[in-house]
């Protein structure tokens, strides 16, 4: 029995990459166990490697998972699996996002498949497979997962349903072309769960339901979870709608313009919910009622929902909810100073996968909430961003919220100093208390936080020195954002051996001397990163959003999850002195530079070599000499800003600098001049513009 099941290196759904897993070729001497009925090699690192033909061959097989694996492409050969039960070939392998996803372009080899009951093809590319529906409709499947499979075509109709024990299918995550709820769906009676998120379906729901709606998913009386968030569907749900769902457990909606949800405050449901996410759906101005009588509830989203009510006590009795989302709304008064929420310890095993990556999370924000803040034991994410809460950071918040892993207390009117017991959880990675009106020095016990991927104090009134163990305990730190404060000194040397750095946004300071020729050494500056930093995969639609805002070709944006794919330095409105030092041209993956001071001396000759940048903004220095021609070849470089420096030599006139025709990236330099061809700027204009300038 030995040689009948195999399970390698499996260690968890994000391992894939991890030094500790298996990885090299994959032995043909497996065709020696015959026998063989299991074989799992999830969760491995194969780098790219093409999937063995010679799998198979092993007819014994019922279950076989490859997924999260990083191998490549789908043999034919795997049709001749005929006992096979499980296939899992879910593609995805994280942080492998530059490795080619495995592709199928027939699919004829799956009716080999005579025994699957469950089959997994998310993040495969089926973009070339055609009628594969129909492909699929020859198996018995209970379970059918499809996520992101750059499936363009979803089929209206089908001559003959025949996966008549079909419990579960994903469709989410494809971006159909032109494509409305199937009429199919009124004969797959035996589904119970439904994702068909994130696909862009579109046109009205009256398609698929009928009499009121005899074609509806919502006549599927043992159905357990409804997603129908963030499509394009038309028409009006209505309470009456789900009256026959007395088993729904999830239930999540978006509406927008061409599609509402109509519930009044005095329904009572029949279902009792453990998960429900409304979101833009207009249920306010008072806060839903009827969501008293659902004792069960463990995630509640209510997102931009028109609330504008006073947050109802009730609500805080429901202490079996382990995420709270009510952004985005008006809703205000006190929160209660303290709320039991339920411990991760006492979640089950099955909990386990989420309460490791999650936790419990709070995301109050955009909202009119006032007073002092809350103190909440077991919350690992807490965003309370956006409102109106006045006083100190209580002294004990991280004593008290031990497990904290995400803070946002940003856009709200909070004073005193940054406590130290607030940098202290270790397992914090998100700290963000901009714009406030925090003072004091950058307390010590920041030190502490090693995980920590993002600080930002801008917008305060915060005062001292950048600290030289920034660049000794911090390794993990890829976003620092400290614009608008009262922080001057030197920038500490140290601060270059944050290698994963790729934002440093230190402008509007009191920051003196010279820039440190070491900012050349920035290795999270120097490669392109094709990974994600944070894999954002949630219950709903998300269960954290990384924010930050930044300036970017002279405007202020805001990021979310493009965050980890901007490059950018900016040291602008200070006081720094000397040269630009030539080492900063190594930073070939830098996309923004903002160096606005009192710079002297010559634009490094090299800077053509910095092929990324997109935004360069050298203006109100003293930099003389000419502009180097190695800066035409950045055919990137769409946001230039060289103006009020004392720069000479004619103005370049090929490459990507015939897209720069507005005078004022050049103004205030009196001996610059352009060709004749331009002729839009010359040195008597340039001494009226500056004139009126002043």
Known sequence: MIDQAIAIGRKGIFDSGNSSCLGGNISPALLDLQRLEYLDLGGNDFQGLATPNFLGSLENLQYLNLSHSALIGI?????????????????????????????????????????????????????????????????????????????????????????????????????FVNSVLPKWLSNATTIETLYIRYSNIEGPISNVVGKTLPESAFNFAELTELRLATNALEGNLSQNHFAILHQLKLLSLSCGERFAVNLTNEWVPPFSLTSIELRSCSLGPKFPAWLKTQKQLRFVVLSNDSISDNIPPWLWTLLTIEWLDLSDNQIGGNLPGLVNFPSISSWTVLDFYFSYYYGVVVDLSSNHFHGPLPLWPNVTHLNLANSLFSGCIPLNICHVMTKLKVIDLSGNNLSGSIPPSICSPPSLFWLRLNRNNLSGEIPKSLSNSKSLLTLDIGENKINGTIPEWFGKRLLSLQNLRMTGNMIDGHVPAQLCQLSNLHILDLSHNNLTGSLPSCLGSLRGLKFMRFYKWFPNYGYFSYVFTPEMELVEKGTKKTYTFTLDQVNLIDLSYQKFHGEIPNEIVGLSALGTLYLWNHLSGRIPEDIGSMQQLETLDLSSNNLSGSIPLSM????????????????????????????????????????????????????QKNRNVKENRR
């Open 75 to 175: 043999p034919l050969s795997f049709g001749n699996l005929s006992s096979l039960r499980c296939l899992d070939l879910y593609a995805y392998s994280y942080p492998y996002d530059t490795v080619e996803r495995s592709w199928i372009k027939d699919l004829n080899w799956v009716s080999g498949l005579s025994s699957l009951k469950y089959l997994d093809l998310s993040f495969v590319d089926l973009s070339l497979a055609t009628n594969w529906l129909e492909a699929f409709n020859k198996l018995s499947l209970v379970t059918l997962r499809l996520q992101n499979s750059s499936l363009h075509y979803l089929p209206y109709s089908l001559p003959n349903w025949n996966m008549t024990c079909l419990s579960y299918l994903s469709l989410s995550q494809n971006n």
């Open 632 to 683: 035409t070849s950045i055919t990137s470089l769409s946001h230039l800003n060289l103006s009020y420096n004392n720069l000479h030599a004619p103005i370049p006139s090929t490459y990507q600098f015939r897209t720069f025709t507005d005078p004022s990236n050049f103004e205030g330099n009196p001996k610059l001049w352009e060709t004749i061809d331009y002729g839009l700027l010359t040195p």
